[in-house]
């Protein structure tokens, strides 16, 4: 497959609907960006994190921003599993964020994800943002939503081992779930891996709607010099 680079973003929007969305549906990538290009602005909101899990979404996401640059956490109190109810406040707080930040790259839901919540985050996302690079991420669930994405992140195995690792550590109230398992976030990765033929064997996937082409100057200039379409006087 053709590689695509990161080298161009600056800044970037992290959209979740729950504490852990994030770190389960884009986690590794966002780690492999700010390796590979420390001190990238990220911003990261989440939309529902009560007072229980308020302590547990900031440390995971101090975690996983270290390397980041400028750095912010937005926690919100949406009643979990009820967006839809709430949509006219949660477009209105998307005007507010698009008022302040301006990404190059945005990591939020699907908008064919089964989770009402998700869906509400994905389709606000759109509404707010559209001229940016946007990402939609996966997350498994009992519902059995997963799709085929066309867009793929390789990440070494130390990588989704850091990712892993800080879930499974960070998010101590959701050990009782059936599906807060690190079998599953293994397996999610290594299959994703699979589909995009990945050199090390694990990756993330995302639903990519819409990619801009752009040339740099050089070839922009020759590209002018030898058009065919260019008239003759």
Same mark, same amino acid.
């Given at each position: 497959?053709?590689?695509?680079? %990161?080298?161009?973003?600056?800044?970037?929007?992290?959209? =979740?609907?729950?504490?852990?969305?994030?770190?389960?549906?884009? =986690?590794? #990538?966002?780690?492999?960006?700010?390796?590979?290009?420390?001190?990238?602005?990220?911003?990261? $909101?989440? %939309?529902?994190?009560?007072? *229980?899990?308020?302590?547990?979404?900031?440390?995971?996401?101090?975690?996983?921003?270290?390397?980041? +640059?400028?750095?912010? $956490?937005?926690?919100?109190?949406?009643? /979990? *599993?009820?967006?839809?109810? %709430?949509? =006219?406040?949660?477009?209105? !707080?998307?005007?507010?964020?698009?008022?302040?930040?301006?990404? /190059? @790259?945005?990591?939020?839901?699907?908008?064919?994800?089964?989770?009402? /919540?998700?869906?509400?985050?994905?389709?606000?996302?759109?509404?707010?943002? &559209?001229?940016?690079?946007?990402?939609? !991420?996966?997350?498994?669930?009992?519902? +059995?939503?997963?799709?085929?994405?066309?867009?793929?992140?390789?990440?070494?195995?130390?990588?989704?081992?850091?990712?892993?690792?800080?879930?499974?550590?960070? %998010?101590?109230?959701? &050990?009782?779930?059936?599906?807060?398992?690190?079998? #599953?976030?293994?397996?999610?990765? &290594?299959?994703? +891996?699979?589909?995009?033929? *990945?050199? #090390?064997?694990?990756?993330?996937?995302? !639903?990519?709607?819409?990619?801009? $082409?752009?040339?740099?100057?050089?070839? &922009?200039?020759? @590209?002018?010099?030898?058009?065919?379409?260019?008239?003759?006087?």
């Amino acid at each position: 497959m053709h590689d695509f680079h %990161f080298d161009d973003i600056r800044s970037i929007l992290c959209l =979740g609907a729950h504490a852990d969305d994030l770190e389960i549906g884009c =986690g590794g #990538t966002l780690l492999k960006i700010l390796a590979n290009h420390p001190g990238i602005d990220v911003h990261w $909101v989440v %939309f529902s994190a009560s007072e *229980s899990r308020a302590h547990e979404a900031t440390a995971s996401a101090e975690r996983f921003m270290e390397l980041s +640059g400028q750095k912010q $956490v937005t926690l919100r109190d949406y009643r /979990d *599993s009820f967006f839809p109810a %709430f949509y =006219g406040s949660i477009k209105e !707080y998307f005007e507010q964020i698009k008022d302040e930040v301006r990404p /190059d @790259l945005i990591f939020t839901h699907r908008r064919e994800d089964m989770h009402q /919540d998700h869906r509400v985050i994905a389709e606000l996302t759109w509404c707010a943002y &559209r001229d940016h690079l946007i990402l939609e !991420y996966e997350i498994p669930k009992y519902e +059995g939503d997963l799709g085929t994405p066309n867009f793929f992140v390789p990440l070494e195995e130390s990588v989704c081992r850091h990712k892993i690792k800080t879930i499974m550590e960070c %998010f101590k109230s959701q &050990r009782e779930k059936r599906w807060f398992s690190a079998v #599953t976030y293994w397996a999610l990765l &290594r299959l994703r +891996g699979l589909e995009c033929n *990945s050199p #090390t064997r694990f990756a993330e996937a995302f !639903y990519c709607r819409k990619m801009r $082409v752009s040339w740099n100057s050089h070839n &922009r200039s020759l @590209l002018n010099q030898t058009s065919p379409c260019k008239s003759e006087e």
